[in-house]
T-cell receptor
Framework: GQQLNQSPQSMFIQEGEDVSMNCTSSSIFNTWLWYKQDPGEGPVLLIALYKAGELTSNGRLTAQFGITRKDSFLNISASIPSDVGIYFCAGTFGNEKLTFGTGTRLTIIP | GAVVSQHPSWVICKSGTSVKIECRSLDFQATTMFWYRQFPKQSLMLMATSNEGSKATYEQGVEKDKFLINHASLTLSTLTVTSAHPEDSSFYIC??????????????FGPGTRLTVL
């Protein structure tokens, strides 16, 4: 099925650094969702975006719904060890199924 | 946020047997649930959309006779892998869509079920 382009594929950072990842699509969405998945677990919803241009924060996480409705980014400030995991973006239009990004694997170097 | 549970969390079975996985929305009613499969180091791939009281809609390439889906109530959907084979070994994850107004639907995921077919 269709997938969103998510970048980067992986990131290796030091604790305390800021992180930025983004997602792009060839088609427009009216909802963008960002999830985090730990090994052996299901994805956990981090942030939901419902309006073009919307900027939403959840603690150290900030996500934006792109003006063109074809992209979104997620920033994590001052990373900590528990931020390690795989981050997925997902988009949907109306009541259609979610389209998932390819994922960004975040690793924190000690 | 909304809570979705799955049972069992892991299962090991012999080739040729059938396995049933349950997905429940614990604190909300979900008219629509989804079943995904995830292979190692890959993203989630949608298998089917489960609608309460009607037949599931399967994605292209997913055998509906092999992956039986029943959405018997607003809080329960089941996936039965019939005559499982080693290639069916995977991580199966369900999600439930919460009702929203003005296009604010959101999907919450269960913790997943690890199926290993010997």
């Amino acid at each position: 099925g269709q997938q969103l382009n998510q970048s980067p594929q992986s990131m290796f950072i030091q604790e305390g650094e800021d992180v930025s990842m983004n997602c792009t699509s060839s088609s427009i969405f009216n909802t963008w969702l960002w999830y985090k998945q730990d090994p052996g677990e299901g994805p956990v919803l981090l942030i939901a975006l419902y309006k073009a241009g919307e900027l939403t924060s959840n603690g150290r996480l900030t996500a934006q719904f792109g003006i063109t409705r074809k992209d979104s980014f997620l920033n994590i400030s001052a990373s900590i060890p528990s931020d390690v995991g795989i981050y997925f973006c997902a988009g949907t239009f109306g009541n259609e199924k979610l389209t998932f990004g390819t994922g960004t694997r975040l690793t924190i170097i000690p | 946020g909304a809570v979705v549970s799955q049972h069992p969390s892991w299962v090991i079975c012999k080739s040729g047997t059938s396995v049933k996985i349950e997905c429940r929305s614990l604190d909300f009613q979900a008219t629509t649930m989804f079943w995904y499969r995830q292979f190692p180091k890959q993203s989630l791939m949608l298998m089917a959309t489960s609608n309460e009281g009607s037949k599931a809609t399967y994605e292209q390439g997913v055998e509906k006779d092999k992956f039986l889906i029943n959405h018997a109530s607003l809080t329960l959907s089941t996936l039965t892998v019939t005559s499982a084979h080693p290639e069916d070994s995977s991580f199966y994850i369900c999600s439930a869509r919460t009702p929203g107004t003005g296009g604010t639907d959101t999907q919450y995921f269960g913790p997943g079920t690890r199926l290993t077919v010997l």
